[in-house]
């Protein structure tokens, strides 16, 4: 039932079907063709410029730090949140794992927490709780009563595009000074109640990787309103390389991150259709809604109450918790040359996470085992084509 469903939405394209395809179909060819005539294909270049000014203008927000992936975004966002090594931050289980590994580069140790259904990020009453019940004041630090080390920051994470419940947890890590870095990686174009997402938090990272909905090949940027932060961030992704007409000289251990040009120039081609994109998106997931309402045994994901989602990747929830069953559907579908996908290892489950310190992690283990990700490409809906 649900594979024929599926290949009902799928049944006038060509196969194999992925997971999600990158359109090229706006001035790619001639932006990137103008990259090459200039010369300037590196970490200088006025497209580079122009991306993060477009890209700030888009999101609403003041600065924005282009980067060469969406992990190295999240690292410099750590650092400059304050993250030190030893410290603990408090990262959702069902994430990709650039979001753990994002804290170990900082040499601090990923804190996993659980996810809510809702909204498949991280659950805000739950985390509250654990909180109260975990964390000790002392000297002016929360401290981790079990381990001795300090909690030094939250990272939300906006899973498959959804927004997670951002002012209760805003709230949450106000009770205790933390500063929230959003993990926006993947819901550029999401909103939450009427703002949108990477813009909800002191500092947010996004990525521009091939299955993203916006790509620059590969490339992340960092978000922020705060005027010193991004002055900081450029810095600290320029190899921290003082501004001098020809001498060559640093004042710190910086990070060669800067986003190339070349990858900036398909990022502003890209950036022109990203409404279009989000617009096909969001009618392939209707689509998907209408499909799976009478599909018995599963649900289509949607959006949280409070939210317009960029439903980057669709997701299926089967009712039970039964690993075989989602095996079946995923092979079944892989048969048919139609990539679907099963919810990523949990973080905690990893041999290098294992021994870290975590709360009860039940949702998620049980979201892990009825997760199913479906083709999401915005090219597989006709919204807006003539028929
Ligand atoms: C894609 C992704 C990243 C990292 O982005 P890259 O550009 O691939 O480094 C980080 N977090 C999440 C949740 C992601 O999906």
Redesign the pocket.
């Known amino acids: 039932m649900i594979v024929d469903a599926i290949k009902s939405v799928l049944r006038d394209v060509e196969h194999p079907v992925s997971l999600h395809e990158p359109s090229f179909i706006g001035r790619e060819w001639q932006l990137l063709k103008d990259c090459l005539d200039s010369g300037y294909v590196s970490s200088v270049g006025e497209y580079v410029d122009r991306f993060e000014q477009q890209l700030a203008q888009y999101l609403g927000v003041e600065h924005v730090v282009a980067v060469v992936?969406?992990?190295?975004a999240?690292h410099v966002s750590l650092l400059l949140a304050g993250v030190k090594p030893g410290d603990e931050v408090i990262v959702p289980t069902l994430?990709?794992v650039?979001?753990a590994n994002a804290v170990s580069y900082c040499g601090a140790i990923p804190h996993f927490a659980d996810s809510e259904q809702s909204t498949l990020g991280l659950d805000p009453a739950k985390l509250r709780q654990y909180l109260a019940g975990i964390l000790q004041l002392d000297d002016g630090q929360w401290l981790n009563r079990n381990t001795g080390r300090r909690v030094a920051a939250i990272v939300p994470?906006h899973?498959f595009g959804h927004p997670v419940d951002m002012d209760a947890l805003n709230e949450i890590a106000g009770l205790y000074g933390l500063p929230v870095v959003e993990?926006a990686?993947?819901s550029l174009g999401s909103c939450y109640k009427d703002r949108m997402t990477g813009t909800l938090s002191s500092l947010a990272?996004i990525?521009?990787?091939g299955n993203?909905i916006l790509t620059t090949g590969?490339?992340?940027a960092i978000v922020t309103n705060d005027k010193v932060l991004a002055k900081r961030a450029k810095h600290l992704t320029t190899t921290a390389k003082m501004p001098h007409r020809w001498q060559i000289s640093h004042d710190e251990v910086g990070f060669n991150y800067r986003m190339p040009n070349i990858n900036a120039a398909l990022g502003c081609a890209q950036l022109e259709q990203l409404a279009g994109f989000i617009e096909r998106k969001r009618s392939l997931a209707e689509t998907y809604k209408k499909t799976f309402s009478d599909v018995v045994g599963v649900d289509f994901f949607q959006e949280p109450e409070f939210a317009c989602s960029n439903y980057w990747l669709n997701v299926l929830l089967l009712d039970e918790a039964k690993p075989e069953i989602c095996n079946e559907v995923l092979e079944a579908l892989n048969n048919e040359s139609i990539m679907a996908r099963p919810s990523w290892t949990l973080m905690h489950k990893l041999p290098m996470y294992q021994g870290c310190p975590r709360m009860d992690l039940s949702v998620a283990e049980n979201l892990e085992q009825r997760l199913i990700c479906i083709p999401s490409s915005p090219f597989l809906s006709q919204a807006g084509d003539h028929a």
């Open positions: 992936n969406g992990t190295a999240l994430t990709f650039a979001t994470m899973a993990d990686a993947e990272a990525s521009f990787n993203k590969g490339g992340g």
